[in-house]
């Protein structure tokens, strides 16, 4: 077994910082949305809470980008520029994913520090943290003080197209989070993936190792 640091500090300050502030935003969040239907705090409780979260993730992000923007380690995110060898591996990944794994078959993906994700994740991670995190916190914004943003607002269609965009962006992340982390307990062992994201480590298997 080898040990190999992947998760440098600032993204696990990062990560788990988005991973509590998102729970809580969608939980604040469903109690704006539907009140009839959950009632967790005080209505007022509940948009304070919701645009301080909101407000503190957005600062929390530029932790992430920045980390990423000014060291090497943004390598992890360089895509596969040759589209043949891009959708080979990850139809691989999908074929583990889909099947490989209930027999057993070893990952196709073998993480590195400069190589940490898997085709699959590292177009996934790209898509969520450069459009749909910023949309995101673009349209929490907006609708925090819509009063302020009206020309932006009215730009963009009115506040019906701000809130569906909101809306239906909380919808996708409510997803992501429940296969994000079905996936992350896909490791050698359960919860070697959530160690790795705590430690920085990941533990490398002899087999895997031996690639
Ligand atoms: C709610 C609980 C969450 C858990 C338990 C969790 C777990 C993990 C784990 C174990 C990893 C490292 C292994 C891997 O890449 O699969 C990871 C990476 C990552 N997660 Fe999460 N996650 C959560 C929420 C979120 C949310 C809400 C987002 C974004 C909106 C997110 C975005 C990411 C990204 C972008 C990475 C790669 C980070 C990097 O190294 O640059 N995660 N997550």
Redesign the pocket.
């Known amino acids: 077994m080898k040990k190999l640091y992947i ?1 440098p500090l600032p ?1 696990r300050i990062w ?1 788990w910082t ?2 509590v502030g ?2 809580l935003l969608i939980l604040s969040g469903l109690q704006i949305r539907y009140l009839d239907l959950f009632q967790w705090v005080t209505f007022r409780t509940a948009v304070v809470a919701h645009n301080w979260i909101g407000f503190v993730l957005i600062a929390n992000f530029f932790i992430w980008l920045g980390f990423y923007l000014f060291s090497d380690k943004i390598k ?1 995110y360089h895509p596969e520029l040759s589209p043949t060898k891009y959708f080979q591996a990850s139809f691989k990944q999908i074929q583990f994913y889909g099947y490989g794994i209930f027999r057993g078959e070893p990952n196709p993906h073998h993480p590195s520090a400069y190589r ?2 898997n085709p699959l ?1 590292s177009m996934m ?1 790209q898509i ?2 450069m459009m749909l ?1 910023p949309a995101q916190f673009f349209t929490g914004l907006l609708l925090w003080d819509v009063a302020r943003f009206s020309s932006i607002v009215e730009a963009l269609g009115g506040l019906r197209v701000v809130d569906t965009v909101h809306v239906l962006l909380f919808i996708v ?1 409510s997803g ?2 429940v296969v ?2 079905y ?2 307990s896909l490791g050698h062992t359960p919860s070697a ?2 160690k ?2 705590l430690t920085g480590y990941e533990e490398i298997e002899d087999e895997e190792e031996h690639h």
Do not use: G, P, T
Request: proline share 0%.
């Open positions: 998760h993204v990560h988005n991973a998102f729970v992890v940490k994700f994740q991670y969520i943290m995190v992340f992501f989070i994000h982390v996936l992350a993936h959530f790795a994201m």
